[in-house]
């Protein structure tokens, strides 16, 4: 079901909701996409259903409802606020295109992304789903995160343990064709409060023009990113 907030009900509320983001939803499917019980998800389907968080298509399956987008339409969220201005920096100081990541359960979803204006590059479209087990972004991703939430993933992952120690010793990660053929980055944590990684900041492109040591490179920029929008967060 993703991440745990200790409080049952609002995790597998949101998990209902993520599942319908991803698609429409009849309830079997439902329970199948979040492992909740069957009469918990029902119930709890119905009742964002009242408050028109979900609603029915003409199959009967639930699909997200108009009162996220109303929701969404008041939120503020200082990190994408920022993000912009600090991609841009990062991408015209490092040359290469940049991105910002955010956990998603078992995948990272690109929130944000500056690219290159020419040449060969790599394209991360913002709302790209990408998995957790490849890439340096899903280092950091991981790095922080206890081993209970990780363990999951590292049973597919590229990367181990071992390395993820190494990311949380250095403060950075990089990956040379662990996620794409070709395809180098170099990423780093932003945290926000109680030191919870909230978000990883990336550059990527190919490993011709990246080197088969990116982070050797292009580290510090992208820990100054990180620290330019941890700022934001305050």
Same mark, same amino acid.
């Given at each position: 079901m993703g991440q745990h907030s200790g409080i049952g009900v609002v995790d597998k509320t949101v998990a209902i909701l993520a599942a319908a983001s991803e698609g429409p939803v009849?309830?079997?499917? #439902?329970?199948?996409? $979040?492992e909740i019980p069957r009469a918990t998800a029902h119930r709890l389907a119905v009742a964002l259903e009242v408050h028109r968080l979900l609603v029915r298509? *003409? =199959?009967g399956r639930f699909v997200p409802g108009p009162r996220l987008a /109303? #929701?969404?339409?008041?939120?503020s969220d200082p990190l994408l606020e920022r993000a912009a201005d600090v991609l841009s920096w990062v991408r =015209?100081?490092?040359? /290469?295109?940049a991105q910002l990541y955010?956990?998603?359960?078992? =995948?990272?979803?690109?929130? *944000? *992304?500056? /690219?290159? $204006? +020419? &040449?060969l590059r790599t394209t991360v479209p913002v709302g790209a789903r990408l998995p957790?087990?490849? &890439?340096?972004g899903a280092q950091v991703l991981c790095a922080w995160e206890s081993a209970d939430s990780v363990a999951p993933v590292l049973e597919y992952a590229e990367f181990t343990e071992r390395v993820l120690a190494e990311v949380r010793r250095r403060g950075w990660a990089q990956s040379v064709g662990q996620r794409e053929a070709g395809v180098a980055s170099v990423s +780093?944590?932003?945290?926000?409060s109680g030191r919870r990684v909230v978000a990883a900041v990336s550059i990527s492109g190919p490993i011709e023009r990246l080197g088969r040591s990116?982070?050797?490179r292009f580290a510090a920029i992208l820990t100054a990113a990180a620290q330019r929008l941890q700022n934001a967060l305050g």
């Amino acid at each position: 079901m993703g991440q745990h907030s200790g409080i049952g009900v609002v995790d597998k509320t949101v998990a209902i909701l993520a599942a319908a983001s991803e698609g429409p939803v009849a309830l079997a499917d #439902l329970v199948q996409r $979040t492992e909740i019980p069957r009469a918990t998800a029902h119930r709890l389907a119905v009742a964002l259903e009242v408050h028109r968080l979900l609603v029915r298509d *003409a =199959d009967g399956r639930f699909v997200p409802g108009p009162r996220l987008a /109303e #929701l969404a339409s008041t939120a503020s969220d200082p990190l994408l606020e920022r993000a912009a201005d600090v991609l841009s920096w990062v991408r =015209d100081t490092s040359g /290469e295109s940049a991105q910002l990541y955010r956990r998603d359960g078992q =995948d990272r979803v690109c929130v *944000a *992304a500056a /690219e290159r $204006t +020419a &040449g060969l590059r790599t394209t991360v479209p913002v709302g790209a789903r990408l998995p957790l087990t490849a &890439g340096s972004g899903a280092q950091v991703l991981c790095a922080w995160e206890s081993a209970d939430s990780v363990a999951p993933v590292l049973e597919y992952a590229e990367f181990t343990e071992r390395v993820l120690a190494e990311v949380r010793r250095r403060g950075w990660a990089q990956s040379v064709g662990q996620r794409e053929a070709g395809v180098a980055s170099v990423s +780093a944590p932003v945290f926000g409060s109680g030191r919870r990684v909230v978000a990883a900041v990336s550059i990527s492109g190919p490993i011709e023009r990246l080197g088969r040591s990116p982070g050797q490179r292009f580290a510090a920029i992208l820990t100054a990113a990180a620290q330019r929008l941890q700022n934001a967060l305050g």
